[in-house]
């Protein structure tokens, strides 16, 4: 009888033992797995055809400029409306026929994948300011069922959405500002809350629109 009460205690206290050390073994791995992070992109640090040659040395501090430009409703956005917001920004004009309409489908379902989270916007500019004003980006918006709360189409002066594309956003090869030349890409980048360039993406790649999906969400818990 004392022998089957010691083993049955014994039994116990093994179990005791295996459950707390795989539960302090666990602990500790959760402590010291390092935390997964995004790099943060400097002009010197990114393909230097990206890069306008006047920023090409900067390799610390880089952030997207401040801009004023005017959404699909005729309301001025400026970086104010982005303060505190992940964002997603790409460029594009409503006459594209290859890559846009890609783009655009892709940005939708970003959109729709996150719209009851407050913290994600998205930004398109077009590269066709002259044509593409305010009541042609609102036909557009309307027809790609844009979220006017989350998602802004930008139009305004070419100049400032040029340098915007090559000078902050590092998204299109660098060449010497002309009158009518043009931004074509399909990068996505996605924008902390800093401003800074946490991530280059294929707008047009459905592998890498998920790839964009994860790590907005391993953005976010920087910021837990």
């Given at each position: 009888m004392t022998l089957k009460l010691f083993r049955k205690r014994d039994f116990i206290s093994i179990g005791f033992i295996l459950v707390f050390s795989t539960a302090t073994i666990s602990l500790f791995y959760t402590i010291l797995k390092p935390v997964e992070t995004l790099p943060i992109?400097?002009?010197?640090?990114?393909?230097?055809?990206?890069?306008?040659?006047?920023?090409?040395?900067?390799?610390?501090?880089?952030?997207?400029?401040?801009f004023t430009l005017t959404n699909q409703n005729g309301e001025k956005i400026t970086q104010e409306n982005y303060n505190d917001k992940i964002y997603v920004a790409d460029f594009f004009f409503t006459t594209c026929q290859d890559i846009c309409p890609i783009m655009t489908k892709n940005m939708y379902m970003l959109q729709q994948e996150l719209k009851n989270d407050k913290e994600i916007l998205f930004l398109s500019h077009t590269v066709i300011p002259e044509i593409d004003n305010v009541e042609r980006l609102k036909e557009y918006a309307v027809v790609n069922?844009?979220?006017?709360?989350?998602?802004?189409?930008?139009?305004?002066?070419?100049?400032?959405?040029?340098?915007?594309?090559?000078?902050?956003?590092?998204?299109?090869?660098?060449?010497?500002?002309?009158?009518?030349?043009m931004i074509?890409?399909?990068?996505?980048?996605?924008?902390?809350?800093?401003?800074?360039?946490?991530?280059?993406?294929?707008?047009?790649?459905?592998?890498?629109i998920e790839k964009l999906l994860s790590d907005i969400q391993i953005l976010k818990k920087q910021y837990l």
């Open positions: 992109y400097q002009p010197a640090e990114v393909n230097e055809k990206l890069v306008d040659s006047s920023i090409i040395h900067v390799s610390k501090y880089h952030k997207i400029s401040d069922n844009v979220d006017d709360s989350k998602w802004n189409l930008v139009t305004g002066d070419k100049r400032q959405i040029y340098e915007l594309a090559r000078k902050s956003y590092l998204a299109v090869e660098d060449s010497e500002f002309e009158k009518y030349d074509h890409t399909e990068n996505f980048m996605l924008i902390d809350k800093e401003k800074q360039i946490r991530g280059f993406y294929d707008g047009t790649n459905d592998k890498e």
